[in-house]
């Protein structure tokens, strides 16, 4: 990881309003201060509607248009973008940001072939590109001619990853955004995508931030975790740390709630009332004290 530079992506006491099912209006996030350096993997991680995809999408520039942001502020290498128009951001997530979503949320054209895509990143990355080839290669994409011959829908939810990691390589990007990075990947196909991001971290230099509702292998590849809880940020530690000595109970038994190979879904564990209740007082209370960066 890179010190004393200016981080790729920072928010700094963000709060937003969503809007509800029924049109009302809620907080989806409060008072989030979080940064992501280069060279750096920050994951986020909670439940589903603890805040970390909507985090997520505001990285990516993809969050619901009718959402509300009632303070703080959202930057790229220190400079801020909520005052932006749209376009700008598509054009940040031409070259400097790559975004890797779920497929489910943004399904490849099946009957696109690889290779007409492959001329789409060529033409977005200009001059001084890194040769399509090694990108591949870099990516886990060891047979790059016989990949060009088929179509996206031909390729596997893990091939389709490491192919967004390729285009990251191939425009010059300097931060993935990956929502739900594991959702559409079996145990062996997340670990597997896991260690690429790692691996461009350290040959490249790319930053990364990550959204996951596990933390099953994130603490072999991740620089920080994350802990969301109620759209607020409970804890924020190094993966050892988290892990030996957590300062929340609710971080201890969501970690024990992912699951293993072999596990049916009435072996995993819950967590319990008490847990939640300290972790709900302490997002409300002192949420912006916990939810700085940390060093070292």
Not at 94 to 115: E, F, H, K, N, Y
Not at 120 to 139: H, L, M, Q
Request: charged share 25%; aromatic share 6%.
């Amino acid at each position: 990881m890179i010190t004393n530079a200016t981080p790729l992506f920072a928010a700094r006491d963000l709060t937003v309003e969503i809007p509800g099912v029924l049109g009302e209006r809620g907080i989806g996030l409060r008072r989030i201060t979080l940064s992501v350096e280069p060279g750096e993997i920050v994951v986020l991680a909670g439940e589903s509607g603890s805040g970390k995809s909507l985090l997520a999408r505001l990285a990516a520039g993809t969050a619901d248009p009718r959402m509300k942001i009632l303070s703080g502020s959202i930057e790229y290498e220190g400079v801020s973008v909520l005052d932006r128009k749209r376009r700008r951001l598509r054009e940040l997530r031409r070259g400097p940001i790559t975004v890797i979503p779920p497929l489910v949320a943004a399904p490849p054209d099946p009957s696109r072939p690889v290779r007409q895509w492959l001329r789409e990143c060529r033409r977005f990355a200009g001059k001084g590109v890194r040769p399509w080839g090694d990108c591949f290669f870099s990516a886990g994409l060891h047979e790059p001619e016989a990949i060009l011959r088929q179509r996206l829908g031909d390729l596997s939810p893990l091939a389709l990853k490491r192919l967004a990691v390729a285009r990251a390589l191939i425009v010059g990007s300097r931060f993935l955004v990956a929502e739900e990075a594991g959702s559409d990947l079996d145990a062996l196909g997340e670990a597997a995508f896991y260690e690429l991001l790692g691996r461009v971290r350290d040959e490249f230099g790319i930053g990364s931030l990550v959204s996951t509702g596990s933390l099953r292998g994130v603490e072999r590849f991740s620089n920080r975790i994350a802990i969301f809880f109620e759209g607020g940020i409970l804890e924020v530690a190094t993966p050892i740390d988290l892990i030996t000595n957590p300062r929340f109970a609710y971080t201890r038994e969501f970690r024990a709630c992912g699951p293993r190979l072999g596990d049916l879904p009435c072996d995993l564990p819950t967590i319990s009332r008490e847990a939640a209740r300290e972790a709900e007082a302490s997002v409300h209370q002192t949420s912006s004290s916990l939810a700085g960066p940390i060093t070292g």
